[in-house]
């Protein structure tokens, strides 16, 4: 299943609980898409009814900023079913940049939640399939 807006696309991995989130930055400009998303990562764990692995995944990683990241949270806060504060999607990162350990503070700091990091999409999706293999349940 993939959905594309205005600025992300919502791509989830065949049948498999896992869910790429292709977005542009700087994230301000596409603050309207993120309920959306949130939305339609809450559907997708409603579906599968199951832990989801949300992978947001962007080319230009390299330029997210502190505000984005606080936008990031800001978002995920007002609107918990699908964002990271649902317990049912489970975040995992991808990228290089110092921001993103940054980011990864702030949620365990605003959420109490582990992100692991990863320095490319495979090695995140690798992990993903790990953690639902480890769970011994069939894939919808």
């Known amino acids: 299943m ?6 992300f696309t919502v791509q989830q991995l ?3 609980p896992i869910v790429l989130v292709i977005f542009p ?19 997708i764990a ?3 009814n199951r832990t989801i692995y949300h992978i947001p995944y962007s080319k230009q990683i390299v330029d997210l900023s502190y505000s984005d990241i606080l936008l990031w949270i800001s978002e995920s806060r007002e609107s918990a079913p699908g964002s990271i504060a649902d317990p049912r999607v489970h975040l995992v990162l991808v990228g290089t940049t110092p921001m993103l350990h940054l980011a990864v503070k702030k949620f365990r700091e605003q959420f109490e939640i582990d992100v692991p990091i990863f320095p490319c999409l495979e090695h995140a999706i690798e992990y993903a399939r790990r953690q639902i293999a ?4 069939p894939m919808m």
């Open 2 to 7: 993939e959905i594309s807006m205005m600025g």
């Open 14 to 16: 065949g049948n498999e």
């Open 25 to 43: 930055l700087p994230i301000h400009e596409y603050l309207d898409e993120l309920t959306e998303i949130h939305t339609q990562l809450a559907t």
């Open 46 to 48: 409603e579906q599968c």
């Open 134 to 137: 480890a769970q011994h349940l």
